[in-house]
Structures are given as C-alpha cells and as structure tokens.
C-alpha cells in the first residue's frame, strides 16, 4: 500500500534537513508482500537497523549483509494465523505473507560484528561502523 503524499514528505523532510536524505530515501520498497517499518540510525560506533515485523518468530526471517554495496537485505514470512477460518473482513491493516526490504546502509559497516536481536515485535540489526576509507590522490600520467 503506497501513500500518495509520501513523495512529497520524503522531498519536504531531505530539502528542510539533507542529513535526513539517506534514512529517508535509501531504502527500496520490493516485490511481493508488505514493506515492514523500518527504522535506521547512527549511534557513535554502530549503524542500526529496527525493524517492526510482529507475529513472527526469529527462524523465519532472514538477514543478509552485502558488504560491498552496503545494501542490507531483511527477508521473511509472516503467517496469517486467521487464514484457515472462513470469515468476511471489516477492515484488514496488518498484513501478512511474504516480505524483503532492501536498505542502503549509510556508511561502511563490519560484515563480520553484525548483531540481531528479535523481541517484542522489533528486529534490531546493530552494525559496526567501518571507518572511512582513507582517500588516496595519485597522480595519472597522460600518455
């Protein structure tokens, strides 16, 4: 489900504060299923990642880290536990089936020290930030 007004929000929310842009727009919605909320933050030695994903259980998601291209791929099922039971809807908000949400991490992180914890409906991925590449001027000859 797509809110009109978002496009809108995410260029009103990048162009007031530009150090927002990357927690806005850098992660992409995906097909099929829903996209969980999603939550991703800087503390002073960590990227995380929180993510609402309710009535599930840890053994049926699933967390990939590519650490070349900084992109963070959170995948899995949820259950309808209802869908069994013949019945006629009302209103349907929570959504269930399959998901994958891909999210551009904002800075170079260690593949090898991520974290994940899932309590209470919230995934947490805690990535240790990398520091950065130092940058390297050479001088190019011209042939």
């Known amino acids: 489900m797509s809110w009109p007004g978002r496009k809108i929000l995410v260029n ?3 162009q007031a504060d530009p150090r927002l842009r990357g927690a806005v727009v850098r992660s992409q ?13 800087e503390t002073s ?4 990642v929180r993510v609402e994903i309710a009535g599930m ?3 049926k998601i699933n967390l990939s880290l ?11 099922v ?14 349907v908000e929570i959504e269930c089936g ?10 170079p992180v260690h593949a090898d020290e991520a974290q994940a914890t899932y309590d209470s409906g919230f995934l947490v991925v805690r990535l240790a930030k990398r520091s950065e590449a130092t940058v390297e001027t050479r001088q190019v000859p011209i042939d």
Not at 29 to 41: A, L
Not at 66 to 76: A, H, M
């Open 12 to 14: 009103f929310v990048t």
């Open 29 to 41: 919605r995906s097909e099929p299923g829903f996209q969980p909320p999603t939550d991703i933050y």
């Open 45 to 48: 030695d960590a990227v995380v």
């Open 57 to 59: 259980t840890s053994e």
């Open 66 to 76: 590519d650490e070349g291209s900084g992109r963070l791929t959170i995948s899995g």
């Open 78 to 91: 949820r259950d309808d536990p209802a869908r069994e039971e013949p019945r006629r809807y009302v209103n």
């Open 98 to 107: 399959e998901f994958v949400r891909v999210v551009q991490l904002p800075r």
